[in-house]
Nanobody, 120 residues
């Protein structure tokens, strides 16, 4: 089993910054892609950014130029540095990891979510 634990959410004023972190633990062969998704009230969960093991990144248009995703493969962690935050960034942010287990089966895991609120 794999656990993803997120941290770093909170309340920030428009234009401010926040850094989200996610740590994976458990028993697995390797972690493939990791990413951050978000879900605002009344909306579907959406992609924010993803990063591969080779550190190739992909961003939603809304995140480009403002957010930076990074990971540490030795620590099985992924971070999301968010800057120039806007009220529309308010959402619950979820960490995701595509994990390869020892039977070479790939499974998706999700964190519990961390609230980000952008408001003055």
């Amino acid at each position: 089993q794999v656990q993803l634990v997120e941290s770093g959410g909170g309340l920030v004023q428009p234009g401010g910054s926040l850094r989200l972190s996610c740590a994976a633990s458990g028993t697995f062969r390797s972690i493939m892609a990791m990413g951050w998704y978000r879900q605002a009230p009344g909306k579907q969960r959406e992609l924010v950014a993803t990063i591969t093991t080779a550190k190739s990144t992909n961003y939603a248009d809304s995140a480009k130029g403002r957010f930076i995703i990074s990971r540490d493969n030795t620590k099985n962690t992924v971070n999301l540095q968010m800057s120039s935050l806007k009220p529309e960034d308010t959402a619950v942010y979820y960490c995701n990891a595509q994990v390869l287990n020892y039977t070479l089966r790939r499974n998706d895991y999700w964190g519990q979510g961390t609230q980000v609120t952008v408001s003055s």
